[in-house]
């Protein structure tokens, strides 16, 4: 069983770091491949952040937190983390760890509709 909890946001000004958490308190994650995505208030869609596909621990990332955010899974712990570097304004949003059963391409990871399981979010607001 999936039972997901993210922690870690908070508020912070632009340049700094975050490190978000997200909990399996079901189990292990072994079987799952999972994701990271935002949703600023007002707009109906999840947006893709990072990917974390189980089949050889593929990840991927949307272009505008690629160099910044890193994606990175402990399956011991049954934890799934995001590093966030170099915080921007525009990275303010409620922030969602997904999860689905089996496996995600490059391109599959990216969509929200896949994602079987969800956390309640974690805000993250960076001031300028």
């Known amino acids: 069983q999936v039972r997901l909890e993210e922690s870690g946001g908070g508020v912070v000004q632009a340049g700094n770091s975050l490190r978000l958490s997200c909990v399996n308190s079901?189990?292990?994650?072994?079987?799952?491949?999972m994701g990271w995505f935002r949703q600023v208030p007002g707009r109906e869609r999840r947006e893709f952040v990072a990917g974390f596909s189980r089949l050889r621990g593929a990840t991927g990332y949307t272009d505008s937190v690629k160099g910044r955010f890193t994606i990175s899974r402990d399956t011991a712990e049954s934890t799934l983390y995001l590093q966030m570097n170099n915080l921007k304004p525009e990275d303010t949003a409620l922030y969602y760890c997904?999860?689905?059963?089996?496996?995600?391409?490059?391109?599959?990871?990216?969509?929200?509709?896949?994602?079987?399981?969800w956390g309640q979010g974690t805000q993250v607001t960076v001031s300028s």
């Open positions: 997904a999860a689905l059963l089996g496996y995600t391409t490059a391109q599959s990871m990216r969509d929200w509709r896949l994602y079987t399981f």
């Open positions: 079901g189990g292990t994650l072994e079987s799952t491949s």
